[in-house]
């Protein structure tokens, strides 16, 4: 989105890399303009409409992806369909994750198992299940959509993130292995998933 590009331009100057500008489809997800990233939602409605909006970028990446034929794509894990737009056109995919590989591994498993559903209240404690360490929650503590297990469009993008990992290459995740090393090795010998982190930095 072209309010993003001042961020990367900076760190590309003096390589042979460039920027493609999508423009952000903020009308056809009432968001105002000026709204092109996580850190400008001031609500949780503007989040979900921005989330929403993300969506609507699967047609111009692939009209990108026809014509310039990368050898790989890095995508943020909010664009669930860039492995499947990638392999229309024999592009490998990688996924990026901002958070942790902790947070991937509780999501993953809070998803596949859905332990917070086994609870009588919301504030009794479930286990997250399968994780090295005993992680225990409420279902006060996830977010409303996953708490109510509704159908909604944050729940099946989230979900849709998952199973994107898993018809990827691998992942990268913003973390190093020094921080926590158990999930990273959970990640990759349990899960079974490529991954590698981008630091220390």
Same mark, same amino acid.
């Given at each position: 989105? &072209?309010?993003?590009?001042?961020?990367?331009?900076?760190?590309?100057?003096?390589?042979?890399?460039?920027?493609?500008?999508?423009?952000? &489809?903020?009308?056809?997800?009432?968001?105002?303009?000026?709204?092109?990233?996580?850190?400008?939602?001031?609500?949780?409605?503007?989040?979900?409409?921005?989330?929403?909006?993300?969506?609507?970028?699967?047609?111009?990446?692939?009209?990108?992806?026809?014509?310039?034929?990368?050898? %790989?794509?890095?995508?943020?894990?909010?664009?669930?369909?860039? &492995?499947?737009?990638?392999?229309?056109?024999?592009? &490998?995919?990688?996924?990026?994750?901002?958070?942790?590989?902790?947070?991937?591994?509780?999501?993953?498993?809070?998803?596949?198992?859905?332990?917070?559903?086994?609870?009588?209240?919301?504030?009794?404690?479930?286990?997250?299940?399968?994780?090295?360490?005993?992680?225990?929650?409420?279902?006060?503590?996830?977010?409303?959509?996953?708490?109510?297990?509704?159908?909604?469009?944050?729940?099946?993008?989230?979900?849709?993130?998952?199973?994107?990992?898993?018809?990827?290459?691998?992942?990268?995740?913003?973390?190093?292995?020094?921080?926590?090393?158990? %999930?990273?090795? %959970?990640?990759?010998?349990?899960?079974?998933?490529?991954?590698?982190?981008?630091?220390?930095?």
């Amino acid at each position: 989105a &072209p309010l993003n590009a001042p961020k990367f331009t900076k760190s590309l100057n003096g390589t042979d890399a460039t920027l493609e500008i999508f423009t952000f &489809p903020s009308n056809e997800v009432g968001l105002p303009l000026g709204i092109e990233n996580m850190e400008d939602c001031t609500s949780r409605e503007t989040a979900i409409n921005f989330m929403r909006g993300t969506q609507l970028l699967q047609g111009p990446l692939e009209q990108f992806l026809e014509k310039t034929r990368p050898d %790989y794509l890095v995508a943020d894990a909010f664009f669930h369909f860039a &492995p499947d737009s990638a392999a229309k056109f024999g592009v &490998p995919v990688l996924v990026f994750h901002g958070t942790s590989f902790f947070a991937l591994c509780a999501d993953m498993c809070l998803l596949e198992h859905r332990p917070h559903m086994s609870v009588s209240s919301d504030d009794e404690y479930f286990v997250i299940p399968n994780l090295p360490h005993l992680i225990r929650l409420t279902r006060l503590q996830l977010p409303p959509e996953m708490r109510e297990n509704k159908d909604s469009d944050v729940l099946r993008i989230a979900e849709a993130g998952i199973v994107s990992v898993h018809k990827s290459y691998g992942t990268i995740v913003n973390s190093f292995y020094e921080l926590e090393q158990e %999930y990273a090795d %959970y990640y990759r010998k349990v899960l079974g998933r490529r991954a590698w982190q981008i630091g220390p930095l």
